[in-house]
């Protein structure tokens, strides 16, 4: 059985981890100056070598993608940190800014040196403003010991890095809109290819990582490729920050290596479901990944494992539901914030998920038509792969898994013409289109 790992987490119990003090007391920028041995070939090919998945969503190889970026064209090349973790359910980059901020920054200057790289930058959610402050506090620290800025620890490199605050948009965390968002534009979505590897911030060759990505860049190197690939399976090794929240007793950020199966972290970390209530579906990494069951409850968390069971690990945000929710509602809830999300750039998302909404909200409201599941079937599959960005796709998911495993509480509903009895308002709010709270109704008492 797999063991709670800290290796991302090892400084959360040191009170002072977030200040220089704390973090190099800790070990802190020993990697780097390790690092700073080595060439920028040789610590690409060793981030490669950890088989390292990005840790923002798609699961991407991390030295793969560092491969990428063309190192011959004579034009900058850039590091962007994605630190806007817009996904519903994931909280774990702003724990790991907030309480180890200078993990990050080390990562990113061994990234940056890693990549040729210069100049580097954080996107960070515009309401994360104690991770921000906590960030200006450790990049003060940071350049003015040398750890950042020109000639880094006496080696020659430079790596400069700027903290953007974003304005808080959810299609901002996409890439490419980041990119748009970062240069001044409105943060929309950018056709693919050219990739941002060949020409992203500036039209310049571009790297966009996640934070947790970069956070265990100092571990690979301090320890090895070796050491990083005994965490995990063979193709999803490694530390994974699962964010764990809904109706269990602890929720909250809890490391463990890949693979680890959902019940084990539920059980082991968060004290199980809360009492008397049953697991009945679950996100397994964010609103955008497709529900599953209690009959999937014992499902190694990774990304090949995840799949095959039908969904995504995503960014590791658990999202656990008993017997007590009405799966409809939560799939409104969720459906409202990518109606509201949705950037309008492209036809099937922005009037898709609208009407989506819509269909919803009408069954819910007792309204509803047998025929309006038919409907919404065929909204999600004229949605999911032909939206202009994977936020149309992630706004079908709910729809489509719930519809697969939950269709006989659909039909119960449009039968009934309203929740049944056992359901009552709860604490949960919906955001409307105009920015308007509706208390939600779909916990049972
Ligand atoms: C609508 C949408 C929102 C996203 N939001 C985030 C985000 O908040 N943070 C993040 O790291 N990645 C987000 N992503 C994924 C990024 O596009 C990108 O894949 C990621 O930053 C790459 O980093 P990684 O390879 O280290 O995972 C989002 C993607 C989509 C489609």
Redesign the pocket.
């Known amino acids: 059985m797999p063991e709670p790992v800290k290796v991302l987490t090892k400084r959360y119990e040191v009170e002072d981890a977030h200040t220089l003090d704390g973090y190099v007391r800790t070990g802190g920028y020993a990697a780097l100056r390790s690092a700073l041995g080595s060439s920028p070939e040789q610590l690409r090919q060793l981030v490669k070598d950890s088989g390292l998945r990005?840790?923002?969503?798609?699961?991407?190889p991390?030295g793969v993608?560092w491969g990428f970026v063309p190192q011959d064209t004579g034009k900058p090349i850039y590091l962007v940190i994605?630190?806007?973790?817009?996904?519903p359910g994931t909280f774990k980059?702003r724990e790991l800014m907030e309480r180890d901020p200078h993990q990050l920054l080390e990562g990113i200057v061994i990234a940056s040196y890693a990549l040729n790289c210069t100049r580097a930058f954080i996107f960070l959610?515009g309401e994360y403003l104690w991770p921000g402050i906590r960030i200006e506090q450790a990049l003060a620290e940071a350049y003015r010991e040398g750890y950042i800025g020109r000639d880094v620890l006496g080696s020659g490199v430079d790596v400069d890095i700027t903290l953007h605050y974003a304005a808080g948009a959810?299609?901002c965390?996409?890439?490419t809109a980041?990119l748009e968002a970062l240069e001044g534009r409105r943060g929309q979505p950018r056709l693919r290819p050219p990739f941002p590897a060949v020409a992203g911030l500036y039209a310049s060759p571009t790297v966009?990582?996640?934070?947790e990505?970069?956070a265990n860049v100092p571990h690979i190197v301090e320890h090895g490729a070796e050491w990083y690939r005994s965490m995990g399976t063979e193709k999803s090794p490694g530390p994974k920050l699962f964010c764990v929240s809904g109706e269990v007793v602890r929720p909250g950020n809890y490391e463990w290596p890949l693979g680890t199966p959902a019940r084990q972290i539920v059980e082991e970390s968060c004290g199980g479901m809360l009492e008397g209530r049953a697991l009945k579906f679950w996100a397994p990494g964010g609103s955008s990944t497709p529900l599953l069951t209690a009959e999937h409850y014992d499902v190694p968390m990774d990304f090949d494992s995840i799949a095959a069971e039908g969904s995504l690990l995503g960014t590791g945000a658990m999202m656990m539901f008993s017997e007590r929710t009405s799966v409809v509602d939560a799939v409104l809830n969720w459906t409202k914030f990518y109606e509201h999300e949705s950037c309008g750039k492209c036809t099937p998302c922005r009037e898709g998920v609208f009407w989506m909404a819509q269909i919803l909200e009408r069954i819910l409201e007792g309204h509803g038509r047998i025929e309006d599941l038919q409907t919404l079937d065929d909204a999600c599959d004229n949605i999911f792969g032909r939206s202009f960005?994977?936020?149309g796709d992630?706004a079908t998911s709910p729809i489509k898994s719930s519809l697969k495993y939950f269709r006989n509480e659909y039909e119960q509903l449009i039968e009934r013409g309203r929740l049944p009895q056992e359901y009552a308002a709860h604490a949960g709010v919906v955001t409307d289109n105009s920015g308007m709270h509706r208390p939600s109704q779909l916990v049972r008492r």
């Open positions: 990005g840790r923002g969503g798609a699961g991407f991390t993608k994605n630190a806007d973790e817009g996904e980059d959610r959810y299609i965390g996409e890439e980041l966009v990582n996640n934070v990505s970069i960005c994977a936020l992630g």
